[in-house]
């Protein structure tokens, strides 16, 4: 299988009928995260991802429902009846990015925004704002290939060392974007969207 990738861009906020049909989708779980959190403009960027997840896993498998999920030791959720369908889902303000393969993977994808020079050098011995962006997507895709969590995002291995591919992929505008994956498969076209 193909590694299938999914991009979403917001250049408007959902109305409160698309964010209850979204709402409806969502695993329990996650629904009632959700809405634990304190902003509702927070809460756009995790609907559309799993609006997407939802939206392609009916297309590729014909899923009328999101299966139930669980979280390895540090978060990363998983299909638990399903270990043969992986997926991955980042989102950032104004954007999200989703992987779906049969073999695990990590995404990322962040809205490239000012960072002090001190910060880009310290985080990732850079000074312009795209080679910090790619190394953290970089970083971030790795640690969520691997589920260890955050502590890995610190690590800056030659990708080779791993046996990893890093994809960098083209999205929008202002944005860096990556997936991380141990298969050859080839990877298709990131499919975008646009909330208008």
Known sequence: ?????????????LTDEETDALLRIMPDER???LMRMPKSELRQEPLCAYGILYMAL???????????MHYS????PGFEDFPEVQFNISHTRGAVLVGLHDEPLGVDIERIRPVSERTMQRIAGTTTKQDFFESWVRRESRSKWNGAGLSSIREEESPAMRGERIIYLE????????VCTHSDAHVADVRTFTVK
């Open 58 to 68: 009916r297309a590729m498998y014909g899923w009328k429902i999101l299966p139930r």
């Open 1 to 13: 299988m193909d590694i299938q990738l999914f991009a979403v861009k917001l250049d408007r906020p």
């Open 73 to 76: 030791k540090y978060g990363k």
């Open 31 to 33: 629904r009632a995260r």
């Open 171 to 178: 999205t929008f505008p202002n944005y860096a974007a990556c």
